[in-house]
């Protein structure tokens, strides 16, 4: 019995989806490489935009407390030796799948992590309008499209889940399905039944099974992904690692090349194994000096991780005014950082007085024009977008005025923020190298 001590769970509504066009252009049908050009192509992008605007796409996840998968679960009698050999037993479920049960074997897995995804009921309901309007090409290329957002989540879901899994020293394994060759999708029922007790988070969207195990909205799909301590054993036994058939492109953590990738003729799969590539440059210059990132790290900087792997950053700066005999002013600036698995992508900055701070009225900018350099401080979001890294690139022109009233003094505080984040993220990366190696 493998009983789990940490538990992951996470519910997501995503308010865009960015299905590859080589995923989508494969599900259509089309050979690898194909370029899609005149109606096709139109269609495609219909299809895309018409998603855009209208799908609700989602995803949910969490960790079995309890899963068992040795040749000693007892079932009823009316189960046959073959079907225990195969047999799972998630929180009290038995469910039969050869594939996952050999890999949970094999790793020596601790825990499951149970999944569903959807693309949501709106894509399917234009579907079928658009063939009552006898509209079959409409029809097709959104359904297809909708297939291949569900393709995507399971993806994005997997990825999410690898970040979890990398920063504990675990590895994601291969996803199993019901309906897979190997797992009758007559179970499909009770493993819905599963996940849809969920622990603290709501479930995002409304999903529904049929007695035969088909899902309504039927652009969805459930999942049990594997999660094992031993990674070394993926050394030795490649099957059990899930990157070959993952194209998540901004991956830290690939151990093996995708295999759908466009590559030349006859050109072998490249496969690595328990490279953790690094995000951070470690030995990175700073136009400020480490001493004082490190004492800013430990009294202005609160971090908060998520369990789908972003960070939440508060900074807080102190400082005076330039004139008016130096009057005390605070900041707070926020940061929130995608997950390492992307590279850590500054997602949200922003920048206001501290509650209760009353010395940024003192500054000259603001005496002459109060919401003009407000204004300017909250729209300031330098490197939005990019990852953490680029901080080190970041050119701006020096100015340490205490004050806010110069647009470079203003790029000289959120340099200082974002290079101390970077350097407290770097010192926890390396000393969590150290524990594990
Ligand atoms: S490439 Fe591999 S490690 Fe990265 S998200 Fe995909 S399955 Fe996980």
Redesign the pocket.
């Known amino acids: 019995m493998r009983q789990v001590a940490e538990a992951i769970e996470i519910a997501d509504t995503l308010a865009s989806v960015d299905v590859s066009p080589q995923e989508y252009v494969r599900l259509l049908g089309y050979p690898r490489g194909w370029a899609l050009e005149g109606r096709a192509r139109e269609l495609a992008n219909w299809a895309r935009d018409w998603y855009a605007k209208n799908g609700r796409p989602w995803f949910y996840a969490r960790q079995a407390e309890c899963v068992e998968f040795n040749h000693t679960i007892q079932g009823d009698s009316s189960q046959g030796d073959a079907i225990l050999a195969d047999a799972i037993r998630i929180d009290g479920a038995v469910f039969t799948s050869k594939r996952l049960h050999t890999a949970l074997e094999q790793a020596g897995a601790q825990s499951a992590i149970l999944v569903a995804v959807g693309a949501g009921p709106e894509a399917e309901d234009e579907a079928r309008r658009r063939w009552s309007d006898e509209k079959p090409d409409e029809y097709f290329f959104l359904e297809v499209f909708a297939s291949a957002v569900v393709e995507h989540l399971t993806t994005i879901a997997?990825?999410r889940l690898?970040d979890w899994a990398e920063q504990r020293g675990m590895a994601?394994l291969p996803h199993s399905s019901p309906g897979y060759p190997d797992w009758d999708v007559a179970e499909q029922p009770h493993l819905l039944e599963l996940i849809l007790q969920t622990r603290s988070e709501q479930f995002p969207s409304r999903l529904d099974v049929f007695d035969s195990g088909m899902l309504r909205p039927k652009k969805a799909q459930l999942a049990v992904f594997g999660v094992t301590r031993h990674t070394e054993r993926l050394q030795r036994l490649t099957s059990l690692v899930?990157?070959e058939s993952?194209s998540?492109g901004p991956?830290q953590?690939?151990?093996a090349a995708y295999k759908r990738a466009p590559r030349p003729t006859g050109e072998p799969l490249p496969v690595r194994i328990n490279v953790r590539e690094k995000v951070l440059d470690s030995d990175a210059q700073y136009t400020v000096n480490r001493k004082a990132l490190q004492r800013w790290s430990e009294e202005r900087l609160a971090m908060r991780p998520s369990p789908d792997g972003s960070i939440d950053i508060t900074f807080r700066y102190d400082g005076t005014t330039c004139t008016n005999m130096g009057r005390p002013l605070a900041f707070i600036y926020n940061v929130k950082l995608g997950s390492r698995?992307e590279g850590y992508p500054i997602l949200e900055q922003s920048c206001g007085p501290a509650t209760g701070d009353t010395g940024y009225m003192s500054m000259c900018k603001y005496v002459e024009d109060p919401e003009s350099l407000m204004a300017d401080i909250e729209s300031e979001k330098p490197l939005i977008g990019q990852r953490l890294n680029s901080i080190l690139k970041w050119r701006r022109e020096p100015n340490a005025a205490g004050c806010y009233c110069e647009a470079s003094s203003r790029n000289h505080k959120w340099g200082l923020v974002l290079e101390t984040i970077h350097y407290s993220l770097v010192q926890k990366e390396l000393s969590e190298e150290t524990r594990t190696s």
Do not use: I
């Open positions: 997997g990825a690898c994601v899930p990157c993952c998540f991956c953590y690939r151990r698995a």
